[in-house]
């Protein structure tokens, strides 16, 4: 292992067993490098790597400290590399969106309440065929989200809407493209919130897999 990585893993090894919490600030670099036996570059290196990906904050003349750790604000690192890919490589994207969002459904399922139920519901009922594109995507968008922050887990929602965000061109591509793309969401959509309603978690992995899987499809066959 590289002297930076190992330094990399004392540091996350002090936050996982709790020796520093979120908030925290680092011990001066000389003690710290000391206490880890590493050399004060390495320990730089590190503290350079964490703070690229959100886990330290390096506040100069002030110190650095831990994060939040909060999972919107780690999964921002992942946010930036998505952004950098061209159009082609949405097709990655949405296969992990078909590998997640179903199994994020059916998490779903087994938490949902008559509340969440209706208030999805009352989502779809609020678009139809006449509404536009843009704000078809804006609902579809939403709708996910929602189901996404039903499962309870906060790191599993920010990573499927950290990936659903990234797909909005296509989405819209697909709006304008293809014939009865809006009739076809919206009693997806209905089919999905009533298995979740019904709290069939099989159902509803199934049908987010067949929703997702759609889009996939035609995006693959348009490009």
């Given at each position: 292992m590289a002297v930076t990585d190992a330094a990399i893993v004392k540091i996350k090894d002090m936050i996982i067993s709790g020796e520093l919490s979120p908030g925290d600030r680092l011990p001066p670099e000389k003690e710290l490098s000391e206490r880890l036996g590493l050399s004060r570059s390495s320990l730089r290196e590190a503290v350079k790597a964490l703070e690229v990906i959100r886990v330290l904050d390096v506040r100069r003349g002030d110190g650095t400290?831990?994060?939040?750790?909060?999972?919107?604000?780690?999964?921002?690192?992942?946010?930036f590399v998505v952004d950098l890919h061209d159009d082609a490589s949405v097709l990655d994207?949405?296969?992990?969106?078909?590998?997640?969002?179903?199994?994020?459904?059916?998490l779903a399922a087994g938490n949902m309440t008559p509340e969440t139920a209706e208030r999805l519901r009352s989502m779809v009922d609020a678009v139809d065929e006449t509404t536009s594109v843009e704000d078809l995507v804006v609902h579809d968008l939403d709708f996910h989200r929602a189901i996404a922050d039903a499962?309870?887990?906060?790191?599993?929602?920010?990573l499927i809407d950290g990936l659903s965000s990234h797909t909005t061109r296509a989405r819209v591509w697909r709006g304008i493209t293809q014939e009865n793309a809006v009739a076809r969401t919206l009693a997806e959509h209905r089919s999905i919130v009533d298995a979740l309603a019904h709290g069939d978690a099989d159902l509803a992995r199934a049908l987010t897999t067949v929703h997702i899987?759609?889009?996939?499809?035609?995006?693959?066959?348009a490009l």
């Open positions: 400290y831990v994060t939040s750790l909060e999972p919107q604000l780690l999964l921002e690192a992942m946010s994207i949405f296969a992990v969106r078909r590998i997640l969002e179903p199994a994020a459904t059916a499962t309870g887990n906060g790191y599993l929602s920010s899987s759609g889009i996939e499809q035609w995006l693959r066959a």
